[in-house]
């Protein structure tokens, strides 16, 4: 069965790091790209990024670029996402989706999604 | 403002048929990129449930359907249950953003 399991709710101020993961589980972790999505109170989703385990070969939207790193570790299955420095406007639940098996992965939709990560940043 | 447009509500009687529109442009779907679409049910994360706009994942119910024609989709439902109440999002490729796009969402009532 494939499970795609996302670390814990996390409270953080201002100002801090973090780095949230999505552990998966039943099948090959390295032969699927693994999607962040963003997901603000009360809006729609949003892509942030890509990555392909295997070789880290990783694909950001613009609007996420230099804001967020998009990280895998192979050993483990775990792909990561991870702040330098929060702000208020992080708050949001973060899910971590598998890319479909397929040629380009410009086309391919999500078809595994983990439970999210709330992520709630508050002085 | 999402490149991928939706109404933000639609709603239908049980039994009932309703569609879901989505509308793209030449950068996205008027470019021939697929178009897939998912339900999220309240409090859970989403689902797929249309991909290579008009192929249905195994266990999705053949209520729902999707179609594709130049720079629009649409996903519709036949036969309205109160368990279709969810938030349905559109999902493509954009060559200008050179990444993935969301439709804002359209929350589905069920009168």
């Known amino acids: 069965e494939v499970q795609l399991v996302h670390s814990g709710a996390e409270v953080k101020k201002p100002g801090e790091s973090l780095k949230i993961s999505c552990k998966v589980s039943g099948y090959s972790f390295t032969t699927y790209w693994i999607a962040w999505v963003r997901q603000m109170p009360g809006k729609g989703l949003e892509w942030m990024g890509i990555i392909y385990p295997s070789d880290s070969d990783t694909r950001y939207s613009p609007s996420f670029q230099g804001q967020v790193t998009i990280s895998a570790d192979k050993s483990i299955s775990t792909a990561y996402l991870q702040w330098s420095s929060l702000k208020a406007s992080d708050t949001a639940m973060y899910y971590c989706?598998?890319?479909?098996?397929?040629?380009?992965?410009?086309?391919?939709?999500?078809?595994?999604w983990g439970q999210g990560t709330l992520v709630t940043v508050t002085s | 403002q999402s490149m991928l447009t939706q109404p933000p509500s639609v709603s239908g009687a049980p039994g009932q048929r309703v569609t879901i529109s989505c509308t793209g442009s030449s950068s996205n779907l008027g470019a021939g990129y697929d178009v897939h679409w998912y339900q999220q049910l309240p409090g859970t994360a989403p689902k797929l449930l249309i991909y290579g706009n008009n192929n249905r994942p195994a266990g999705v119910p053949d209520r729902f359907s999707g179609s594709k024609s130049g720079t629009s989709a649409s996903l519709a439902i036949t036969g309205l249950q109160a368990e279709d109440e969810a938030d349905y999002s559109c999902?493509?490729?954009?060559?200008?953003?050179?990444?993935?796009?969301f439709g804002g969402g359209t929350k589905l009532t069920v009168l």
């Open positions: 989706a598998r890319l479909m098996r397929g040629s380009g992965w410009y086309a391919l939709a999500f078809d595994y």
């Open positions: 999902q493509s490729y954009d060559s200008t953003l050179s990444g993935s796009v």
